[in-house]
């Protein structure tokens, strides 16, 4: 992903409107380029800020800094476990594949 394609995502990703892939890809392009951070950091700070202003509720910690990183490695890591959870459903369905293989005698 270049530097165009990451930051006319931001706002798909500060509204969880990305897929997981790329969501992912997105924050892995985020974590190693300094310019689309900022641009992602000042954009989402300003989203929550007016959000939290909005809402009656003041639960919010206000450390919007620290949500954003949160939210980025949780792209990362939910990307992570649905490759692992296909990886591992792809393993049973080969493992049934042969065990009923066996069982049938071919
Ligand atoms: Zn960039």
Do not use: P, W
């Not at 995502?9 to 900022?38: G, M, P, T, V, W």
């Amino acid at each position: 992903m270049n530097c165009d394609e990451c930051q006319n995502k931001i706002e798909d990703f500060i509204h969880d409107r990305l897929e997981l892939q790329e969501a992912s890809e997105f924050s892995e392009h985020i974590k190693h380029c300094d310019n689309c951070y900022n641009e992602l950091e000042i954009n989402y700070c300003m989203q929550s800020a007016i959000a939290e202003l909005k809402s009656d509720e003041r639960s919010g910690s206000g450390d919007f800094t620290g949500a954003l990183k949160e939210k980025l490695t949780g792209s990362v890591e939910k990307y992570r476990i649905m490759r692992r959870d296909h990886k591992i459903k792809k393993s049973i369905v080969i493992t049934l594949l042969v065990v009923i293989g066996i069982f049938i005698g071919i």
